[in-house]
């Protein structure tokens, strides 16, 4: 007979968990103290209130028993927007806070009104008030401006991020979605201002997707800033799933309300996929390692930021550190399977 009682969450971390890890899983950001794990989770999707509760505790448990110290959110992740922070506020209570990095951005859209988008102090600061509260937390490690704002003046945007470090409220400040001009124009703006320097640029980039040109993979290495990139699996493209002729129907692609849309999976895609894969399997990987490895293998950048639906796949994509070495013929080939 049911009670109705929540179960009662029984969870002990893995004792070898910093034993399991490859000897270079943790890389510096940028020229600062903080190291981050070479594999970060993301809290983008599977962590609304839609998610099973119980299934979003065992891919953060999952995590970091595998050494996923690095949890990224930010306030609009659900749906709705801000039910993935206080699902993970919940989850937190189950993980030792110190060893963890938690990091939350403020940028898109959050509520109505002019007061509740864009980049200006009113809002980045008040967001993340919100953030804190939803999580249960004094602090984040990392709080991020979401996405360049072409109207609001640099010195208040930049200042707003120094005021969230000072105010103790986050330790280090980042950028999310910056390009190269963008983000010297940030650096320079934080100096002028007397400010804490920015410690990442969060950006998207895999193998399909090589958004980010050199200029900002090289502003971020010349200014000690570090780089974290999110969709390394172009959103989960670069896996096995859309090998076969037909979609998988528990995918995102054909999930109406992901940003991945089956369109996308066109002929010519599944053609350079299963190329890909191809070569995958002679390095003695699945696609979805191999891409995590292509990205992984550019010693500018500090983390990869994954998704997952299923602990599995956790388990599946720490194994890409294993064999991040291309030769410069692999890297050819792949770029122009890519670019074909």
Known sequence: MATGKTPKVTY??????????????????????????AISLGLWHNFGDAAKADNARRLCFTAFDRGITHFDLANNY??????????????????????LVISTKAGYTMW?????????????????????????????????????????PLDETMGALDQAVKSGKALYAGVSNYGGNQLLRSVKKMKSIKANPLLINQVCYNMLQQGPREDMFETAKTNGVGVICFCPLAQGMLTDRYLGGE???????????????ADRITT???????KLNDHARSRGQTLAEMALSWVLSDNRVTSCLIGAS???????????????????????LLNDICNA
Not at 12 to 37: H, I
Not at 78 to 99: C, M, Q, T, V, Y
Not at 247 to 260: H, Y
Not at 310 to 332: R, Y
């Open 12 to 37: 002990e971390p893995a004792s070898d968990r910093y034993d399991r890890v490859e000897k270079d899983w943790f890389r510096r950001c940028g020229k600062t103290g903080l190291l981050l794990p």
């Open 78 to 99: 659900g749906p709705p927007p801000g039910s993935a922070e206080s699902r993970f506020g919940k989850i937190l209570k189950h993980l030792p806070r110190e060893e």
């Open 112 to 152: 109505p009104g002019p007061y509740g988008d864009w980049g200006s102090r009113k809002y980045l600061l008040s967001s993340l008030d919100a953030s804190l509260k939803r999580m249960k937390l004094d602090y984040v490690d990392i709080f991020y401006h979401h996405r360049w704002d072409p109207k609001t």
């Open 247 to 261: 979609i998988p129907k528990d995918s995102r692609a054909a999930d109406a309300t992901s940003f991945l849309k």
């Open 268 to 274: 010519e895609m599944r053609g350079k996929l299963h």
């Open 310 to 332: 299923k602990p599995e796949q956790i388990e599946q994509n720490v194994k890409a550190l294993s064999n991040t070495k291309f030769t410069g013929d692999e890297l050819k």
